[in-house]
Protein backbone atom coordinates (compact mmCIF):
# COMPACT_ATOMS: atom_id res chain seq x y z
CA UNK A 1 0.00 0.00 0.00
CA UNK A 2 2.78 2.59 0.92
CA UNK A 3 4.66 1.22 -2.44
CA UNK A 4 1.12 2.07 -4.06
CA UNK A 5 1.06 5.42 -2.56
CA UNK A 6 4.59 6.60 -3.27
CA UNK A 7 4.01 5.51 -7.03
CA UNK A 8 0.70 7.65 -6.95
CA UNK A 9 2.92 10.78 -5.70
CA UNK A 10 5.62 10.64 -8.16
CA UNK A 11 2.43 10.25 -10.85
CA UNK A 12 1.15 13.89 -9.67
CA UNK A 13 4.86 15.37 -9.65
CA UNK A 14 5.50 14.11 -12.98
CA UNK A 15 1.97 14.87 -14.44
CA UNK A 16 2.04 11.33 -15.95
CA UNK A 17 0.83 8.29 -15.41
CA UNK A 18 2.89 4.95 -14.04
CA UNK A 19 1.54 1.37 -15.66
CA UNK A 20 1.14 2.40 -18.99
CA UNK A 21 0.50 -0.81 -21.58
CA UNK A 22 2.61 -1.12 -24.30
CA UNK A 23 2.14 -3.61 -26.94
CA UNK A 24 3.89 -7.09 -26.17
CA UNK A 25 6.88 -8.48 -28.53
CA UNK A 26 6.21 -9.79 -32.41
CA UNK A 27 6.80 -12.68 -31.27
CA UNK A 28 3.41 -14.46 -29.53
CA UNK A 29 1.94 -14.13 -33.10
CA UNK A 30 3.03 -18.06 -33.53
CA UNK A 31 0.83 -18.92 -30.68
CA UNK A 32 -2.03 -17.29 -32.22
CA UNK A 33 -1.22 -13.51 -31.33
CA UNK A 34 -1.45 -11.11 -33.85
CA UNK A 35 -1.07 -7.02 -34.18
CA UNK A 36 -3.17 -4.86 -35.98
CA UNK A 37 -2.45 -1.43 -36.40
CA UNK A 38 -6.11 0.49 -36.85
CA UNK A 39 -4.39 3.64 -36.95
CA UNK A 40 -1.22 5.14 -37.14
CA UNK A 41 0.46 4.60 -33.87
CA UNK A 42 -2.93 3.00 -32.39
CA UNK A 43 -1.61 -0.86 -32.46
CA UNK A 44 -4.43 -3.40 -31.06
CA UNK A 45 -3.28 -7.14 -30.17
CA UNK A 46 -5.63 -9.75 -31.34
CA UNK A 47 -6.21 -13.65 -30.68
CA UNK A 48 -7.01 -14.93 -33.88
CA UNK A 49 -6.96 -18.84 -33.97
CA UNK A 50 -8.12 -20.78 -37.22
CA UNK A 51 -8.41 -24.25 -36.65
CA UNK A 52 -7.55 -27.46 -38.96
CA UNK A 53 -10.59 -28.43 -40.12
CA UNK A 54 -11.75 -30.81 -42.94
CA UNK A 55 -12.65 -29.09 -46.41
CA UNK A 56 -14.91 -26.52 -46.02
CA UNK A 57 -19.09 -27.64 -46.06
CA UNK A 58 -22.10 -25.51 -46.92
CA UNK A 59 -24.39 -25.07 -44.24
CA UNK A 60 -26.14 -28.30 -44.23
CA UNK A 61 -30.56 -27.60 -44.15
CA UNK A 62 -32.83 -25.13 -45.30
CA UNK A 63 -32.69 -23.44 -41.98
CA UNK A 64 -35.06 -21.45 -40.84
CA UNK A 65 -36.42 -17.97 -42.19
CA UNK A 66 -38.00 -15.75 -39.42
CA UNK A 67 -40.62 -12.64 -40.50
CA UNK A 68 -39.18 -9.40 -38.87
CA UNK A 69 -42.55 -6.86 -39.06
CA UNK A 70 -42.12 -4.09 -36.19
CA UNK A 71 -43.60 -0.77 -35.74
CA UNK A 72 -42.09 1.37 -33.43
CA UNK A 73 -43.37 4.71 -32.27
CA UNK A 74 -42.14 7.26 -30.04
CA UNK A 75 -44.57 9.98 -28.62
CA UNK A 76 -43.44 13.25 -27.61
CA UNK A 77 -43.75 12.44 -23.60
CA UNK A 78 -41.50 9.99 -23.85
CA UNK A 79 -43.84 6.78 -24.17
CA UNK A 80 -42.31 3.94 -26.57
CA UNK A 81 -45.18 2.25 -28.33
CA UNK A 82 -44.22 -1.10 -30.09
CA UNK A 83 -46.38 -3.11 -32.19
CA UNK A 84 -44.85 -6.52 -32.88
CA UNK A 85 -46.32 -8.10 -36.20
CA UNK A 86 -44.13 -11.37 -37.53
CA UNK A 87 -45.54 -14.28 -36.49
CA UNK A 88 -42.84 -16.55 -36.84
CA UNK A 89 -40.56 -14.32 -34.56
CA UNK A 90 -43.13 -13.05 -31.91
CA UNK A 91 -44.37 -17.39 -31.43
CA UNK A 92 -40.78 -18.27 -31.51
CA UNK A 93 -39.60 -16.23 -28.53
CA UNK A 94 -42.80 -16.30 -26.71
CA UNK A 95 -42.78 -19.62 -26.92
CA UNK A 96 -38.98 -19.83 -25.62
CA UNK A 97 -39.62 -17.27 -22.67
CA UNK A 98 -42.89 -17.73 -21.65
CA UNK A 99 -44.35 -21.17 -22.73
CA UNK A 100 -47.01 -19.58 -24.40
CA UNK A 101 -47.23 -18.46 -28.09
CA UNK A 102 -48.44 -15.00 -29.19
CA UNK A 103 -48.72 -14.67 -32.68
CA UNK A 104 -48.62 -10.34 -32.90
CA UNK A 105 -48.30 -8.59 -29.68
CA UNK A 106 -48.16 -5.05 -28.79
CA UNK A 107 -45.79 -3.33 -26.23
CA UNK A 108 -45.95 -0.01 -24.65
CA UNK A 109 -43.02 1.14 -22.59
CA UNK A 110 -41.72 4.16 -21.58
CA UNK A 111 -38.10 5.58 -22.14
CA UNK A 112 -36.09 4.93 -18.89
CA UNK A 113 -34.10 7.87 -17.41
CA UNK A 114 -30.66 7.18 -16.30
CA UNK A 115 -30.59 3.99 -14.60
CA UNK A 116 -34.20 4.02 -13.73
CA UNK A 117 -36.37 0.97 -15.19
CA UNK A 118 -40.29 0.80 -15.90
CA UNK A 119 -41.18 -2.22 -16.67
CA UNK A 120 -43.49 -3.07 -19.83
CA UNK A 121 -46.94 -3.22 -20.33
CA UNK A 122 -48.28 -5.87 -22.77
CA UNK A 123 -51.54 -5.20 -24.27
CA UNK A 124 -53.64 -7.87 -25.81
CA UNK A 125 -53.60 -9.16 -29.43
CA UNK A 126 -54.56 -6.26 -31.04
CA UNK A 127 -56.56 -6.05 -34.56
CA UNK A 128 -55.86 -2.83 -37.00
CA UNK A 129 -58.77 -0.72 -35.31
CA UNK A 130 -57.95 -1.20 -31.61
CA UNK A 131 -53.79 -0.32 -32.59
CA UNK A 132 -55.73 3.05 -34.18
CA UNK A 133 -56.96 3.44 -30.85
CA UNK A 134 -53.58 2.78 -28.82
CA UNK A 135 -52.07 5.15 -30.89
CA UNK A 136 -54.47 8.06 -29.54
CA UNK A 137 -54.99 6.68 -26.06
CA UNK A 138 -52.14 5.10 -25.04
CA UNK A 139 -51.41 8.08 -22.62
CA UNK A 140 -54.59 7.26 -20.80
CA UNK A 141 -54.35 3.45 -20.38
CA UNK A 142 -50.58 4.21 -19.49
CA UNK A 143 -51.96 6.27 -16.60
CA UNK A 144 -54.91 4.54 -15.86
CA UNK A 145 -53.96 3.34 -12.54
CA UNK A 146 -53.24 7.27 -11.19
CA UNK A 147 -57.16 7.75 -11.36
CA UNK A 148 -59.60 7.08 -8.48
CA UNK A 149 -60.84 3.94 -7.22
CA UNK A 150 -64.89 5.73 -7.02
CA UNK A 151 -67.67 3.93 -8.37
CA UNK A 152 -68.28 4.26 -12.56
CA UNK A 153 -71.36 7.07 -13.01
CA UNK A 154 -74.74 5.73 -14.84
CA UNK A 155 -74.98 6.43 -18.28
CA UNK A 156 -75.84 9.47 -18.99
CA UNK A 157 -74.55 11.31 -15.92
CA UNK A 158 -70.98 11.44 -16.42
CA UNK A 159 -69.71 14.52 -15.15
CA UNK A 160 -68.09 16.31 -17.94
CA UNK A 161 -65.89 18.82 -15.57
CA UNK A 162 -64.38 15.58 -13.77
CA UNK A 163 -63.34 13.94 -16.79
CA UNK A 164 -60.22 14.84 -18.18
CA UNK A 165 -59.99 15.98 -21.99
CA UNK A 166 -58.58 13.11 -24.38
CA UNK A 167 -55.89 14.49 -26.41
CA UNK A 168 -54.35 13.08 -29.73
CA UNK A 169 -51.33 12.44 -29.44
CA UNK A 170 -48.57 13.11 -32.42
CA UNK A 171 -45.58 10.43 -32.46
CA UNK A 172 -42.13 12.14 -32.58
CA UNK A 173 -40.68 9.41 -34.63
CA UNK A 174 -41.94 6.39 -36.16
CA UNK A 175 -40.05 3.38 -37.33
CA UNK A 176 -41.03 0.44 -39.37
CA UNK A 177 -39.64 -2.54 -39.53
CA UNK A 178 -40.54 -5.21 -42.51
CA UNK A 179 -37.03 -7.84 -43.24
CA UNK A 180 -37.31 -11.69 -43.12
CA UNK A 181 -33.69 -13.16 -41.72
CA UNK A 182 -32.79 -16.47 -42.63
CA UNK A 183 -31.05 -17.89 -39.36
CA UNK A 184 -29.43 -21.44 -39.78
CA UNK A 185 -27.04 -23.63 -37.42
CA UNK A 186 -23.66 -22.54 -37.51
CA UNK A 187 -20.73 -25.52 -36.94
CA UNK A 188 -17.56 -25.50 -36.97
CA UNK A 189 -16.55 -26.74 -39.68
CA UNK A 190 -18.40 -24.19 -41.68
CA UNK A 191 -15.81 -21.68 -42.97
CA UNK A 192 -18.14 -19.11 -43.31
CA UNK A 193 -18.70 -18.54 -39.33
CA UNK A 194 -16.49 -16.64 -37.06
CA UNK A 195 -16.78 -16.00 -33.41
CA UNK A 196 -15.72 -12.10 -32.09
CA UNK A 197 -14.98 -12.14 -28.65
CA UNK A 198 -14.81 -8.57 -27.10
CA UNK A 199 -14.47 -7.71 -23.16
CA UNK A 200 -15.64 -4.86 -21.25
CA UNK A 201 -13.98 -1.96 -18.95
CA UNK A 202 -10.92 -2.92 -17.28
CA UNK A 203 -10.29 -6.55 -18.98
CA UNK A 204 -8.58 -8.10 -21.65
CA UNK A 205 -8.92 -10.92 -24.33
CA UNK A 206 -7.45 -13.71 -21.66
CA UNK A 207 -10.72 -13.62 -19.66
CA UNK A 208 -12.08 -14.99 -22.85
CA UNK A 209 -9.59 -18.17 -22.52
CA UNK A 210 -12.32 -20.94 -21.67
CA UNK A 211 -14.29 -19.70 -24.58
CA UNK A 212 -11.84 -19.51 -27.29
CA UNK A 213 -10.28 -22.60 -26.15
CA UNK A 214 -13.08 -24.52 -26.11
CA UNK A 215 -14.67 -23.17 -29.45
CA UNK A 216 -11.35 -23.26 -31.34
CA UNK A 217 -11.13 -27.31 -30.17
CA UNK A 218 -14.39 -27.85 -31.80
CA UNK A 219 -13.78 -26.44 -35.17
CA UNK A 220 -14.46 -22.81 -35.09
CA UNK A 221 -12.53 -19.51 -36.13
CA UNK A 222 -12.17 -17.12 -32.98
CA UNK A 223 -10.57 -13.80 -33.11
CA UNK A 224 -10.72 -11.91 -29.50
CA UNK A 225 -9.26 -8.24 -29.84
CA UNK A 226 -7.61 -5.84 -26.22
CA UNK A 227 -9.60 -3.07 -26.05
CA UNK A 228 -6.96 -0.08 -26.70
CA UNK A 229 -4.99 0.34 -23.73
CA UNK A 230 -6.02 -2.72 -22.22
CA UNK A 231 -3.70 -6.63 -22.32
CA UNK A 232 -0.94 -5.74 -24.54
CA UNK A 233 -2.75 -2.89 -26.98
CA UNK A 234 -1.31 0.22 -27.02
CA UNK A 235 -2.08 2.92 -24.54
CA UNK A 236 -2.21 6.58 -26.23
CA UNK A 237 -2.37 9.00 -23.39
CA UNK A 238 -4.60 11.34 -24.63
CA UNK A 239 -8.44 11.09 -23.43
CA UNK A 240 -9.88 11.41 -26.55
CA UNK A 241 -8.64 8.06 -27.60
CA UNK A 242 -10.85 6.38 -25.20
CA UNK A 243 -14.57 7.40 -25.83
CA UNK A 244 -16.76 5.44 -26.89
CA UNK A 245 -16.76 5.95 -30.80
CA UNK A 246 -12.86 6.07 -31.02
CA UNK A 247 -13.40 2.46 -29.66
CA UNK A 248 -15.95 1.74 -31.75
CA UNK A 249 -14.36 2.37 -34.75
CA UNK A 250 -11.20 0.40 -33.79
CA UNK A 251 -14.10 -2.04 -33.63
CA UNK A 252 -15.23 -2.35 -36.77
CA UNK A 253 -11.92 -2.15 -38.40
CA UNK A 254 -10.98 -4.76 -36.53
CA UNK A 255 -14.69 -6.52 -37.60
CA UNK A 256 -13.72 -5.67 -41.31
CA UNK A 257 -10.35 -7.15 -41.61
CA UNK A 258 -11.47 -11.05 -40.26
CA UNK A 259 -15.80 -11.02 -40.59
CA UNK A 260 -16.80 -14.18 -42.33
CA UNK A 261 -19.94 -14.41 -43.88
CA UNK A 262 -22.00 -15.11 -40.83
CA UNK A 263 -20.72 -13.71 -37.98
CA UNK A 264 -21.63 -14.35 -34.45
CA UNK A 265 -20.60 -11.52 -31.77
CA UNK A 266 -20.13 -11.87 -27.92
CA UNK A 267 -19.73 -9.30 -25.85
CA UNK A 268 -19.04 -8.79 -22.22
CA UNK A 269 -20.01 -5.88 -19.74
CA UNK A 270 -19.50 -2.77 -22.12
CA UNK A 271 -18.03 -4.98 -24.78
CA UNK A 272 -21.89 -5.08 -25.48
CA UNK A 273 -22.15 -1.78 -26.55
CA UNK A 274 -19.68 -2.18 -29.07
CA UNK A 275 -21.61 -5.65 -30.46
CA UNK A 276 -24.72 -3.82 -30.67
CA UNK A 277 -22.64 -0.84 -32.69
CA UNK A 278 -21.57 -3.52 -34.99
CA UNK A 279 -24.87 -5.16 -35.10
CA UNK A 280 -26.54 -2.54 -36.14
CA UNK A 281 -23.88 -1.15 -38.88
CA UNK A 282 -23.56 -4.57 -40.27
CA UNK A 283 -27.23 -6.10 -39.83
CA UNK A 284 -26.69 -9.19 -42.82
CA UNK A 285 -23.20 -10.14 -42.06
CA UNK A 286 -23.85 -10.14 -37.94
CA UNK A 287 -25.88 -13.61 -38.08
CA UNK A 288 -26.36 -14.23 -33.99
CA UNK A 289 -25.08 -12.30 -31.05
CA UNK A 290 -24.41 -12.42 -27.14
CA UNK A 291 -24.74 -10.64 -24.41
CA UNK A 292 -23.10 -11.19 -20.87
CA UNK A 293 -24.14 -9.13 -18.52
CA UNK A 294 -24.56 -5.68 -20.59
CA UNK A 295 -27.24 -4.23 -19.04
CA UNK A 296 -30.53 -2.49 -20.17
CA UNK A 297 -31.04 -0.39 -23.35
CA UNK A 298 -30.17 2.97 -22.26
CA UNK A 299 -27.75 5.57 -23.76
CA UNK A 300 -24.33 5.69 -22.40
CA UNK A 301 -23.70 9.31 -20.24
CA UNK A 302 -20.87 9.26 -18.15
CA UNK A 303 -21.89 9.67 -14.49
CA UNK A 304 -20.80 13.15 -13.07
CA UNK A 305 -20.41 12.15 -9.21
CA UNK A 306 -17.96 9.05 -9.29
CA UNK A 307 -14.94 7.99 -7.97
CA UNK A 308 -13.34 7.82 -11.70
CA UNK A 309 -13.80 11.76 -11.99
CA UNK A 310 -10.87 11.90 -9.22
CA UNK A 311 -7.40 12.57 -10.75
CA UNK A 312 -5.54 10.18 -12.30
CA UNK A 313 -2.96 10.20 -9.74
CA UNK A 314 -5.44 9.54 -6.71
CA UNK A 315 -7.23 6.86 -8.26
CA UNK A 316 -3.90 5.35 -8.65
CA UNK A 317 -3.25 5.71 -4.91
CA UNK A 318 -6.71 4.18 -4.44
CA UNK A 319 -6.17 1.18 -6.89
CA UNK A 320 -5.62 -1.83 -4.38
CA UNK A 321 -9.33 -0.66 -2.85
CA UNK A 322 -10.68 -0.79 -6.48
CA UNK A 323 -9.06 -4.11 -7.35
CA UNK A 324 -10.77 -5.30 -4.04
CA UNK A 325 -13.98 -4.18 -4.76
CA UNK A 326 -14.08 -5.37 -8.60
CA UNK A 327 -13.03 -8.61 -6.84
CA UNK A 328 -16.02 -7.73 -4.24
CA UNK A 329 -19.01 -6.93 -6.96
CA UNK A 330 -17.82 -9.07 -9.71
CA UNK A 331 -17.50 -12.43 -8.33
CA UNK A 332 -20.06 -14.45 -6.55
CA UNK A 333 -16.92 -15.88 -3.98
CA UNK A 334 -14.28 -13.55 -2.93
CA UNK A 335 -11.54 -17.23 -2.70
CA UNK A 336 -8.00 -18.01 -3.58
CA UNK A 337 -9.40 -19.47 -7.30
CA UNK A 338 -11.41 -16.38 -8.03
CA UNK A 339 -7.69 -14.21 -7.00
CA UNK A 340 -6.17 -16.30 -9.10
CA UNK A 341 -8.65 -15.80 -12.23
CA UNK A 342 -8.04 -12.48 -11.71
CA UNK A 343 -4.38 -12.57 -11.96
CA UNK A 344 -4.22 -14.89 -14.54
CA UNK A 345 -6.56 -13.72 -16.89
CA UNK A 346 -5.18 -9.89 -16.90
CA UNK A 347 -8.86 -8.63 -15.85
CA UNK A 348 -8.77 -5.14 -13.59
CA UNK A 349 -5.57 -4.51 -15.22
CA UNK A 350 -5.19 -1.38 -16.20
CA UNK A 351 -3.32 2.27 -15.36
CA UNK A 352 -5.43 4.47 -13.87
CA UNK A 353 -5.25 7.07 -16.87
CA UNK A 354 -6.69 4.50 -19.31
CA UNK A 355 -9.74 3.56 -15.84
CA UNK A 356 -10.45 7.17 -16.13
CA UNK A 357 -11.14 8.09 -19.24
CA UNK A 358 -12.79 4.68 -20.69
CA UNK A 359 -15.17 5.92 -17.57
CA UNK A 360 -15.30 9.46 -18.76
CA UNK A 361 -15.74 7.97 -22.05
CA UNK A 362 -19.15 6.40 -22.20
CA UNK A 363 -21.23 8.71 -24.34
CA UNK A 364 -23.26 7.23 -26.70
CA UNK A 365 -26.69 8.95 -27.07
CA UNK A 366 -27.63 7.34 -29.95
CA UNK A 367 -27.94 3.97 -28.20
CA UNK A 368 -31.59 4.42 -26.56
CA UNK A 369 -33.98 1.98 -26.79
CA UNK A 370 -35.30 2.74 -29.94
CA UNK A 371 -31.80 1.90 -31.11
CA UNK A 372 -31.64 -1.59 -29.80
CA UNK A 373 -35.73 -2.48 -30.91
CA UNK A 374 -34.40 -1.43 -34.24
CA UNK A 375 -32.24 -4.72 -34.03
CA UNK A 376 -33.58 -7.73 -36.28
CA UNK A 377 -30.45 -10.13 -34.96
CA UNK A 378 -31.76 -12.87 -32.55
CA UNK A 379 -29.48 -11.94 -29.31
CA UNK A 380 -28.97 -14.42 -26.27
CA UNK A 381 -29.17 -12.81 -22.99
CA UNK A 382 -26.75 -14.35 -20.13
CA UNK A 383 -26.78 -12.56 -17.06
CA UNK A 384 -25.53 -14.02 -13.83
CA UNK A 385 -27.54 -13.64 -10.64
CA UNK A 386 -25.05 -12.43 -7.81
CA UNK A 387 -23.80 -9.88 -10.31
CA UNK A 388 -23.58 -6.48 -8.30
CA UNK A 389 -22.69 -3.87 -10.91
CA UNK A 390 -25.92 -4.86 -13.33
CA UNK A 391 -29.14 -5.80 -12.06
CA UNK A 392 -31.13 -8.19 -13.42
CA UNK A 393 -34.23 -6.16 -13.91
CA UNK A 394 -32.11 -4.29 -16.27
CA UNK A 395 -31.30 -7.48 -18.88
CA UNK A 396 -35.10 -8.25 -18.11
CA UNK A 397 -36.06 -4.74 -19.57
CA UNK A 398 -33.36 -5.50 -22.78
CA UNK A 399 -35.04 -8.91 -23.60
CA UNK A 400 -38.64 -7.11 -23.46
CA UNK A 401 -36.89 -3.94 -26.06
CA UNK A 402 -35.27 -6.75 -28.12
CA UNK A 403 -37.69 -8.62 -31.21
CA UNK A 404 -35.74 -11.91 -30.63
CA UNK A 405 -34.02 -12.18 -27.37
CA UNK A 406 -33.63 -15.36 -25.28
CA UNK A 407 -32.52 -14.61 -21.50
CA UNK A 408 -30.89 -17.12 -19.00
CA UNK A 409 -30.12 -16.42 -15.60
CA UNK A 410 -26.85 -18.76 -14.31
CA UNK A 411 -27.47 -18.63 -10.48
CA UNK A 412 -23.89 -19.83 -9.57
CA UNK A 413 -22.62 -16.38 -11.44
CA UNK A 414 -21.84 -12.97 -11.33
CA UNK A 415 -20.69 -10.02 -13.14
CA UNK A 416 -17.31 -12.64 -14.48
CA UNK A 417 -19.45 -15.38 -14.69
CA UNK A 418 -17.64 -16.47 -18.04
CA UNK A 419 -14.44 -16.91 -15.96
CA UNK A 420 -16.81 -18.65 -12.66
CA UNK A 421 -18.38 -20.74 -14.81
CA UNK A 422 -16.80 -21.50 -17.76
CA UNK A 423 -18.92 -24.93 -18.63
CA UNK A 424 -22.22 -23.26 -18.34
CA UNK A 425 -21.50 -20.26 -20.48
CA UNK A 426 -19.98 -22.36 -23.37
CA UNK A 427 -23.16 -24.95 -23.06
CA UNK A 428 -25.22 -21.92 -23.59
CA UNK A 429 -23.30 -20.26 -26.06
CA UNK A 430 -22.87 -23.38 -27.91
CA UNK A 431 -26.71 -24.63 -27.84
CA UNK A 432 -27.68 -21.04 -29.49
CA UNK A 433 -24.99 -21.01 -31.86
CA UNK A 434 -26.68 -24.49 -33.47
CA UNK A 435 -29.73 -23.25 -33.00
CA UNK A 436 -32.02 -22.39 -35.70
CA UNK A 437 -35.95 -21.98 -36.29
CA UNK A 438 -38.25 -24.56 -37.28
CA UNK A 439 -40.56 -23.72 -39.76
CA UNK A 440 -43.57 -25.25 -40.09
CA UNK A 441 -44.45 -26.74 -43.49
CA UNK A 442 -46.98 -24.55 -45.73
CA UNK A 443 -50.84 -25.75 -44.55
CA UNK A 444 -52.63 -27.48 -47.40
CA UNK A 445 -56.21 -25.66 -48.76
CA UNK A 446 -58.78 -27.68 -48.43
CA UNK A 447 -60.46 -28.24 -51.70
CA UNK A 448 -64.34 -26.91 -51.35
CA UNK A 449 -65.38 -29.26 -54.51
CA UNK A 450 -67.34 -31.99 -53.64
CA UNK A 451 -65.81 -35.39 -52.79
CA UNK A 452 -67.57 -37.05 -55.89
CA UNK A 453 -66.18 -34.24 -57.87
CA UNK A 454 -62.75 -34.33 -56.28
CA UNK A 455 -62.82 -38.23 -57.58
CA UNK A 456 -63.78 -37.60 -60.81
CA UNK A 457 -61.36 -34.90 -61.27
CA UNK A 458 -58.73 -37.58 -60.34
CA UNK A 459 -59.98 -40.07 -62.41
CA UNK A 460 -60.16 -38.15 -65.41
CA UNK A 461 -56.44 -36.74 -65.39
CA UNK A 462 -55.29 -40.41 -64.57
CA UNK A 463 -57.25 -41.48 -68.21
CA UNK A 464 -56.00 -38.49 -70.17
CA UNK A 465 -53.32 -40.40 -71.75
CA UNK A 466 -56.04 -43.76 -72.62
CA UNK A 467 -58.87 -42.05 -74.50
CA UNK A 468 -60.63 -44.80 -74.02
CA UNK A 469 -61.31 -44.29 -69.81
CA UNK A 470 -62.64 -41.31 -70.49
CA UNK A 471 -66.11 -42.07 -71.18
CA UNK A 472 -66.59 -44.72 -68.11
CA UNK A 473 -65.07 -41.95 -65.80
CA UNK A 474 -67.61 -39.42 -67.03
CA UNK A 475 -70.69 -41.83 -66.47
CA UNK A 476 -69.18 -42.64 -62.94
CA UNK A 477 -69.59 -38.65 -62.10
CA UNK A 478 -72.66 -38.27 -63.69
CA UNK A 479 -74.58 -40.56 -61.61
CA UNK A 480 -72.63 -39.68 -59.01
CA UNK A 481 -73.95 -35.70 -59.41
CA UNK A 482 -77.53 -37.07 -60.00
CA UNK A 483 -77.38 -38.92 -56.48
CA UNK A 484 -76.72 -36.10 -54.76
CA UNK A 485 -79.04 -33.83 -56.48
CA UNK A 486 -81.78 -36.76 -55.33
CA UNK A 487 -80.75 -36.14 -51.28
CA UNK A 488 -79.74 -32.38 -51.23
CA UNK A 489 -80.28 -32.23 -47.43
CA UNK A 490 -78.42 -35.44 -46.85
CA UNK A 491 -75.24 -33.09 -46.42
CA UNK A 492 -76.18 -30.34 -44.12
CA UNK A 493 -77.44 -33.08 -41.57
CA UNK A 494 -74.02 -34.04 -41.72
Known amino acids: MLTRFLEGLL ?97 EVELTDGGKSSAAVSIPEAASESVAAGKDGAAEMAAGGGGGGGEAPAAGQTDQSQQPRKRRRKPKRTVVIDCERKISACKGTHADVALFFIHGVGGSLDIWNGQVDFFSRLGYEVIAPDLAGHGASSAPQIAAAYTFYALAEDMRLIFKRYARKRNILIGHSYGVSFCTFLAHEYPEQIHKMVMINGGGPTALEPSLCSIFNLPTCVLHCLSPLLAWSFLKAGFARQGAKEKQLLKDNNAFNVSSFVLRAMMSGQYWPEGDEVYHAELTVPILLVHGMHDKFVPIEEDQRMAEILLMAFLKVLEDGSHMVMMECPEAVNTLLHEFILWEPTTPPPQKRESKTRPETAQAQSDNSKASSDPSKVRPATAKQTSSNSNAEEKPNSKAKK
Open 11 to 107: CCLASKSTNIVVPAESSESSDGYEFVEVKPGRVLRVRHIIPDRPVAEEPVGPGGTVSCKRKITVYRNGQLFIENLGDRASAELKNCQNGEAEPNSTV
